[in-house]
């Protein structure tokens, strides 16, 4: 189906950057939608950013105007620019891809201390 690798996370104090990447392969013209989403330790998972339908975007109220998600189709990949950042954006950061199925990376951790 769809294969994605996410990228880019690590440990960084509040106020800095990070910009992450997701590397997607396989069935790519069946995409639909695509977006990142992120998980903390014992809460839901939830929508950071996305493409809608007509690439248009949608972002999380908590990350609007910090984050911007963009892509270049040229290299199979999507990418979340993270500035500004919050100890509360500390999560597992997923890449999505909806085909006829949900596809998902495997994650990659960010943590932002205080």
């Known amino acids: 189906q769809v294969r994605l690798v996410e990228s880019g996370g690590g440990l960084v104090q509040a106020g800095g950057s990070l910009r992450l990447s997701c590397v997607a392969s396989?069935?790519?013209?069946?995409?639909?939608?695509m977006g990142w989403y992120r998980q903390a330790p014992g809460k839901q998972r939830e929508l950071v950013a996305g493409?809608?339908?007509?690439?248009?975007?949608d972002y999380a109220d908590s990350v609007k105007g910090r984050f911007t998600i963009s892509r270049d189709n040229a290299k199979n990949t999507v990418y979340l620019q993270m500035n500004s950042l919050k100890p509360e954006d500390t999560a597992v950061y997923y890449c999505?891809?909806?085909?006829?199925?949900?596809?998902w990376g495997q994650g990659t951790q960010v943590t932002v201390s205080s």
């Open positions: 396989g069935s790519i013209w069946s995409i639909n939608v």
């Open positions: 493409f809608r339908s007509g690439g248009r975007t």
């Open positions: 999505r891809a909806v085909t006829s199925y949900d596809n």
